[in-house]
């Protein structure tokens, strides 16, 4: 079994629901935040296939702007179907739709604060190269049984940065985030032999936040992976504790598996 980011920070966040999805392999269900996500994933991955070549640097900001809200709209409604399934008040939807423009607006204005930065020292087509990232990585790291996608990985001056974007509320890299982004420096030196320089999350509601890479989260990253992939050789479901949470049962949701793990009962 090849572990993720994901599989593990499940096995931390509680070892019952580890086995119910990555043992028994039971069926999860979609969700709105999930449809989203990969929504604005999609947006930010097809703009930087732009022939920047064909732009100009005179009318830029309104070519980028159109082109992250056609991508958007069109992305919403390859997916209206599982939208309107998934929210099927009107209003919510609506709401909805505009956070989610919001986000693009907050990721467009960040990208192009940083482009003009740049356009200071180099021309508009290097400094739109120099920003535009690797997108959507997948790396397999066979010697640790892990995998992962990254989704943007940048060449910057003073090294490797390796960014996720988050449509979620929180704003701070907590411990979740922290090891989830530990693990993606620890798979990126494995498979380039290179340290990245930082690791970071794009908060859409708000601004990007950065932690740099140092041999003691790579370390962090090897021990919660070990830890997890030993609790998890076993297919015995005993071993796999509840772990009840607010994140059982919440206002408008349950944990997947609810209805057959029962956790206060
Ligand atoms: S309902 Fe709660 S205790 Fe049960 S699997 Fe889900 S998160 Fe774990």
Redesign the pocket.
């Known amino acids: 079994m090849l572990y993720s980011p994901s599989s593990i920070l499940t096995y931390k ?5 580890f ?2 999805q990555y043992v028994e392999r039971l069926p999860t269900k979609k969700s709105f935040a999930l449809v989203r996500g990969s929504i604005v994933h999609s947006v930010i991955e097809s703009f930087f296939k732009i022939d920047i070549e064909k732009v100009s640097h005179q009318n830029y900001e309104l070519i980028f702007r159109t082109l992250v809200f056609d991508l958007f709209k069109q992305n919403w409604l390859k997916n209206i179907d599982q939208i309107q399934e998934l929210v099927p008040q009107q209003d919510l939807q609506d709401f909805y739709y505009s956070e989610t423009a919001q986000m693009l607006q907050n990721w467009y204005t960040s990208f192009i604060k940083k482009l003009q930065d740049k356009i200071i020292s180099m021309s508009f087509k290097e400094a739109f190269k120099s920003l535009t990232p690797l997108t959507e990585t997948r790396i397999i790291a066979d010697e640790i049984k892990v995998q992962g996608i990254i989704d943007a990985i940048l060449k910057t001056e003073k090294g490797i940065q390796l960014l996720d974007y988050k449509t979620s509320k929180k704003e701070e890299i907590d411990e979740e985030y922290k090891l989830q982004l530990a693990i993606y420096a620890l798979l990126y030196k494995l498979k380039f032999n290179e340290m990245p320089y930082e690791v970071g999350i794009h908060f859409l509601k708000s601004k990007e936040k950065f932690m740099p890479v140092d041999d003691s989260l790579l370390d962090f990253a090897k021990l919660e992976i070990n830890f997890v992939q030993e609790k998890t050789q076993t297919t015995e479901i005993k071993e796999y504790n ?4 607010p ?3 919440w206002s408008n949701g ?5 209805k057959i ?3 206060f009962n």
């Open positions: 966040q509680c070892p019952r629901k086995y119910y509840k772990k009840p949470s994140l059982c049962k349950e944990c997947d598996f609810y793990c029962r956790p």
